[in-house]
Each structure stands twice: as structure tokens, then as C-alpha cells.
């Protein structure tokens, strides 16, 4: 479960990113954040991983205020928490299966980490999530030669090969087609149903939004103006979330849904 607690963000240049957020999302949500660029959205949730800092209120991960972590505490604390992101973060000129072991790194001892040798449970772990996400067969392919929807799978294998209890993902479809974007979410969805793997993203497709997450998270200027299922979205709620442009920001078959 995680829960923010007042929480505000005010970054060092004086930008105020969250106000006064108070939210809790229980364990297996599948919850999607929208909101105009620089309404916060990411911000929101890479606090979630302490990748920045509240400078106000608290947040809690099950029901421990991670501000007061330390050191290996934090790293173990991460552990749990898998990150996507819109540019899969991949080392190219590697194999597939190569990318999805560097999540093993931290639990190596340093003896194996000078030597890159992983165990042979290691191995199979990242073969099974490989095989999760429908790509087994490019294991032993160099990433530079996969697609980006494949790209993106390797991601989230090296994700799954970590076993979080919550993947944050900050506009992972984001430079994907619309065929390929919909697969990606489909490989989101089933992770999150048959792993009760909390998923948090950030998407501007709202369509899209709208058809995969379980709850919807609507910012606008640092404050959570809609909090509620994807079926309560309307098109007045949108208008507010994005201040009468949100028909330029989303496709035009959520338009044609709720006009
Ligand atoms: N590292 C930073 N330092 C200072 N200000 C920042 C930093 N990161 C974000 N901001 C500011 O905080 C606000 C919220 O940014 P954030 O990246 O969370 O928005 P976003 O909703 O994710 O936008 P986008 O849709 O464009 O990704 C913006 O005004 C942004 O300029
Ligand atoms: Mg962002």
C-alpha cells in the first residue's frame, strides 16, 4: 500500500510540482496518472521511489514513512519497486538476456560482480520473464536489433526478474505505434492481474488510459483534481483535468467517446 500524506513537492529552483496530495493506492491497482505536460505527473510518481524527494508531508509504503530510510535500506527498499520508462533504458550492443540479468547486479557478491557470472537460478529467472512477456526466443538477440515494442518488453523483464511488488511507469508507450502501445499495455495488464503487481503510470493517451487502469488519476498543476474509476471519467471531468485542452491532447476517438 502507498500512501501520500499532505505531500508537496517544491523542487530547488522554486517550482511547486505536488500540493497537498493525500492518496492511497492498495496493492495490485492498476492506477493511471494524466494531466497536461509539467502538471506533475512524474513527479508524483518518482517520489514514489524516492527518485526525488517530498519537501512536505509524508509517504508511506506499507506504512513505512520512506523518508526515514537509510542506505541499504533504500537499495532494498527499490528493489521492490520496478521503473519503466518512455526510453527503455537498455544497453544496445548487448543480448537481451544480458539486460535482464544486470537487474541481478546488487545481489551479486563482488567476487561474481567482477567476474559478470550470474547462478544458474538467475539464468532461468530471466528466461521465465522473457518468457512472461512473450519474447523467450530473442533472448540471445542483441537488443539494437529488436523493435522498440520488444525494447520496451526487455525493460519490463528486467523489471519482473527483480519480482517487485510495484512497477512505476512513466510514459512507457509513449514512442510506440498504436498496435505496438496496445500490446505493451496488454503485457502491463496481465502482470498486473496474474502478479497483483501494483502498476502506477503515466500515459497521455487517454483512450487508452481509460481502457487499461482500474482508477484514474487526473493532475492539474500539482493537485489531484480527479481521483476515481476510469468509467467516472467524463468529458466536463477532462476539460478540468486538462483546462478545456484536453481534445488536443488525446486522440480523437476518446473525443468521439465523450463529446
Ligand atoms: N528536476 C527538476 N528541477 C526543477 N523543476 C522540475 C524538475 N522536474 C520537474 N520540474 C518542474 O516541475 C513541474 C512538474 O514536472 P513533471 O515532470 O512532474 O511534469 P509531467 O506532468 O510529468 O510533465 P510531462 O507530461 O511533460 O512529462 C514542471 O513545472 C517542471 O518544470
Ligand atoms: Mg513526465
Same mark, same amino acid.
Given at each position: 500500500m502507498i500512501q501520500f500524506i499532505q505531500a508537496s513537492k517544491t523542487y530547488a529552483g522554486g517550482t511547486t510540482a505536488l500540493r497537498n496530495v493525500n492518496l492511497t493506492i492498495k496493492q495490485g491497482e492498476f492506477v493511471a496518472v494524466i494531466g497536461l505536460s509539467g502538471a506533475g505527473k512524474s513527479t508524483l510518481i518518482r517520489c514514489i521511489n524516492r527518485m526525488h524527494e517530498l519537501t512536505e508531508g509524508k509517504l508511506l509504503v506499507d506504512n513505512v514513512d520512506i523518508a526515514k530510510l537509510k542506505g541499504k535500506q533504500i537499495r532494498q527498499f527499490r528493489r521492490r519497486i520496478g521503473m519503466i520508462f518512455q526510453s527503455f533504458?537498455? &544497453?544496445?550492443?548487448?543480448t537481451v538476456i544480458n539486460n535482464v540479468l544486470v537487474s541481478f547486479v546488487p545481489e551479486l557478491p563482488m567476487w561474481r560482480k567482477l567476474t559478470g557470472m550470474f547462478t544458474r537460478e538467475q539464468k532461468i529467472k530471466a528466461l521465465e520473464a522473457l518468457d512472461k512477456v512473450g519474447i523467450l526466443d530473442k533472448a540471445y538477440t542483441r537488443v539494437d536489433q529488436l523493435s522498440g515494442g520488444q525494447q520496451q518488453r526487455v525493460a519490463l523483464a528486467r523489471t519482473l526478474a527483480q519480482q517487485p511488488d510495484i512497477i512505476l511507469a512513466?510514459? $512507457?508507450?509513449? =514512442?510506440?505505434?498504436p498496435v505496438t502501445a496496445r500490446a505493451v499495455m496488454d503485457d502491463f495488464r496481465n502482470i498486473n492481474k496474474q502478479m497483483n503487481i501494483s502498476v502506477i503510470m503515466n500515459i497521455h493517451h487517454v483512450d487508452i488510459a481509460l481502457e487499461y487502469a482500474d482508477r484514474i488519476l487526473g493532475v492539474r498543476k500539482g493537485e489531484i483534481v480527479f481521483d476515481g $474509476?476510469? =468509467?467516472? &471519467?467524463t468529458a466536463e471531468m477532462l476539460r478540468h483535468i486538462y483546462g478545456g485542452e484536453w481534445e488536443a491532447e488525446s486522440s480523437w476517438e476518446a473525443s468521439a467517446a465523450y463529446a
Open positions: 533504458n537498455l &544497453v544496445t550492443r548487448t512513466d510514459e $512507457p508507450i509513449a =514512442s510506440l505505434d $474509476p476510469s =468509467s467516472q &471519467v
